[in-house]
């Protein structure tokens, strides 16, 4: 029996008094959809050797987290909104770096889009879940996640871009739970997916690495979403070696077949 592909899964640090190493359970249901094994990565750079744990893996997943990536990592001289993670910054732009350098694909969610964005040049806002916008993109805090989750809007995604191929669309409807997003996209990133108020959604690199990433949750509810299998079964053949744009023309065409 052929083995699945392994993805490492990028963990949170979580109760501070006694620190735990965790990841929501839900990001893990989509191995699955993926069609591959799933294994924790410990974010302590300080005691695991990135490099080493990415070799033995076939891609990386950067998940969302109730923390914030730091400011001073995209140049914001301000404090910021925590709560914040060093290790889990530390751990994700090491992995990001080191995906690129050997090839591995990436999928980023949430604040895994917010960590690329960051590591190709982009700057953040974090104005975005403040309830004076037209529209907002995270409910107040404190909310259920079954009401936090409800919270949609529609995504623009790119003309011939990678998710308009995979998901057969121009645009869908997707969840919206994040209070910071990007400000300046810089120069070395493609817009992938635009929500109606002109937020980006959606980032690929332009250089061409197997690396994409969305800001919201295809992770949610996974079964019950098409657009968010599609997104999960693409993610599984670039797991298998196949390119961005390939991996795109196979789930368009299995999404075709009848049943």
């Given at each position: 029996m052929p083995k699945r592909?392994?993805?490492g899964v990028?963990?949170?640090?979580r109760n501070p008094e006694d620190p735990v190493q965790g990841v929501a359970e839900r990001y893990l249901?989509?191995?699955p959809f993926v069609g591959a094994d799933f294994v924790l990565v410990p974010s302590m750079p300080d005691v695991m050797d990135s490099g080493s744990i990415l070799s033995r893996l076939d891609g990386i997943l950067l998940t969302g987290s109730p923390s914030n990536v730091a400011p001073n990592l995209y140049g914001s001289a301000d404090a910021g909104d925590g709560p914040f993670d060093p290790g889990r910054d530390g751990m994700a732009f090491q992995l990001i770096?080191?995906?690129a350098e050997s090839n591995r694909p990436v999928l980023g969610i949430c604040r895994g889009f917010q960590e690329i964005a960051v590591a190709y040049g982009a700057t953040l806002r974090r104005d975005l879940g403040e309830l004076s916008r037209d529209q907002i993109h995270h409910t107040?805090?404190?909310l259920p996640l079954e009401t936090m989750f409800a919270l949609e809007h529609r995504v623009e995604l790119a003309r011939a871009g990678i998710l308009e191929r995979v998901m057969g669309a121009p645009s869908i409807t997707v969840n919206s739970a994040h209070f910071q997003g990007i400000s300046d996209l810089g120069q070395k990133l493609?817009?992938?997916a635009t929500s109606t108020?002109?937020?980006?959604?959606g980032i690929r690199p332009k250089s061409g690495e197997r690396?994409?990433?969305?800001?919201?949750?295809?992770?949610w509810r996974v079964a019950d979403n098409p657009h968010s299998r599609e997104l999960f079964a693409w993610f599984g053949l670039l797991l298998r070696g196949a390119s961005m744009a390939e991996a795109a023309e196979t789930v368009a065409e299995l999404a075709k077949q009848p049943g």
């Open positions: 592909p392994l993805v990028i963990c949170c640090q249901k989509a191995a770096a080191q995906s107040e805090p404190g493609a817009v992938e108020d002109g937020v980006v959604e690396v994409l990433a969305v800001q919201w949750h295809p992770e």
